[in-house]
């Protein structure tokens, strides 16, 4: 079977879920990517070279409707799979149905019209007003959401999302087999860098407030050790945010660019704690970050907090604290880089369960039923 992936904007990090899904529909069926390009092409972290992708450009109101069509005229799969009730994916997806006939599914990993509700209905409202010309903008993300129930079916990566829009959850997922520590020499990679003498604390993604970056800082400020440096990777150009960790944090910081997927493994083998801490806010209470099941399947202990899903995920195999509390973490960090046979014990266990629950060959279960029971081909 030929399945198209729609994504919503193949230049952010929202393309990371098409990525997974790609990986693991490939195993068994031609997978096709099309979207459109808000920003500076493909985003860095997908540039594999493992897919084509199919893109377009993305434009404002009343111009996107043209290079929607375009998105149209190229899918040729058997079915549609859209990223994201938006539409620039979703909403594409619902037209082609109409016109083509073809099975829709939605597949839902954030919660959008979150992103907005920690603003004042007169705020989201000027917001609108501003932005109503992109295509994406709140107003249509509110019809999206209503429209969700027209697709064939729903897929879904958190509890949240699950009981907010019905169907079927389907967790985000690593390929346990290429994010294997046994693949990787730490101490090598280490001393490649220069950083032997330091234990590192990794955070890994795209930087924001929300996830808990200036706390976890702070907790390693309050260690007072000099041998222990925060490690962020997935810094971009003229982040202001970046920039504040780095007037406050000084010698405690390393920060990294992003880069390839490919190359994630190769990061995560060199860090002692994987940090992970989530701020309880409207848009990371149905979040369940990715970086969670790299991190798992390269058997690292993870430090997280109260949000969402996040203590089932590491319930045996990692350590979670209330959200701002700062003294917790701190401890937190101090006592795994302490124990060192109690983090190796984490990081095995939660290498264990991303296999059992998160691996590729997991979610290729669930989407195999999924499959039979709609009456698609496998």
């Given amino acids: 079977?030929?399945?198209?992936?729609?994504?919503?904007?193949?230049?952010?990090?929202?393309?990371?879920?098409?990525?997974?899904?790609?990986?693991?529909?490939?195993?068994?069926?031609?997978?096709?990517?099309?979207?459109?390009?808000?920003?500076?092409?493909?985003?860095?972290?997908?540039?594999?070279?493992?897919?084509?992708?199919?893109?377009?450009?993305?434009?404002?109101?009343?111009?996107?409707?043209?290079?929607?069509?375009?998105?149209?005229?190229?899918?040729?799969?058997?079915l549609v799979y859209a990223v994201t009730p938006q539409p620039s994916s979703y909403g594409v997806g619902l037209i082609n149905k109409i016109i083509h006939q073809t099975p829709l599914i939605l597949d839902i990993d954030d919660w959008q019209v979150g992103f907005y509700l920690h603003q004042s209905r007169?705020?989201?409202?000027?917001?609108?007003?501003?932005?109503?010309?992109?295509?994406?903008?709140?107003?249509?993300?509110?019809l999206m959401e209503r429209l969700t129930k027209y697709a064939n079916q729903v897929t879904s990566v958190s509890?949240?999302?699950?009981?907010?829009?019905?169907?079927?959850?389907?967790?985000?997922?690593?390929?346990?087999?290429?994010?294997?520590p046994e693949r990787f020499n730490k101490e090598a990679l280490k001393e490649e860098r220069q950083l032997s003498n330091y234990r590192l604390v990794m955070f890994l993604g795209t930087p924001r407030s929300q996830k808990g970056l200036e706390e976890t800082l702070e907790a390693i400020i309050r260690l007072k050790r000099n041998d222990v440096k925060l490690m962020i990777i997935g810094v971009t150009k003229d982040n202001t945010f970046i920039n504040h960790l780095a007037q406050k944090g000084k010698d405690k910081l390393l920060l990294f660019g992003m880069c390839s997927f490919n190359d994630i493994p190769k990061y995560?083998?060199?860090?002692?704690?994987?940090?992970?801490?989530?701020?309880?806010?409207?848009w990371t209470i149905g979040q369940v970050p990715s970086k969670f099941f790299d991190a798992m399947a390269m058997a690292k202990p993870i430090i997280s907090t109260k949000v969402s899903e996040i203590p089932e995920i590491l319930a045996g195999c990692g350590l979670v604290v209330d959200t701002n509390d700062i003294e917790a973490l701190s401890k937190s960090i101090s006592y795994l880089l302490e124990n060192e046979e109690e983090a190796i014990r984490?990081?095995?266990?939660?290498?264990?369960?991303?296999?059992?629950?998160y691996s590729f060959n997991a979610l290729e279960k669930i989407i195999d039923q999924m499959f039979k029971n709609m009456g698609l081909e496998n």
């Fill in 268 to 282: 995560l083998s060199m860090a002692d704690i994987v940090v992970l801490p989530q701020r309880e806010t409207s």
């Fill in 159 to 180: 509890n949240f999302l699950q009981k907010k829009f019905g169907g079927i959850k389907l967790p985000q997922g690593r390929d346990t087999d290429f994010c294997n």
């Fill in 1 to 78: 079977m030929k399945i198209t992936i729609l994504g919503h904007d193949l230049s952010n990090n929202s393309l990371a879920r098409v990525y997974v899904l790609a990986k693991v529909l490939s195993r068994k069926h031609t997978v096709q990517i099309i979207g459109p390009v808000f920003g500076d092409g493909i985003w860095t972290p997908c540039q594999t070279g493992e897919f084509s992708f199919i893109q377009v450009v993305g434009k404002k109101y009343p111009f996107f409707l043209a290079e929607a069509k375009k998105i149209i005229d190229k899918i040729e799969g058997d």
């Fill in 122 to 142: 007169l705020s989201r409202f000027c917001n609108s007003l501003r932005h109503i010309l992109y295509p994406n903008a709140y107003p249509y993300l509110l």
């Fill in 346 to 357: 984490l990081g095995k266990k939660a290498r264990e369960k991303c296999i059992q629950e």
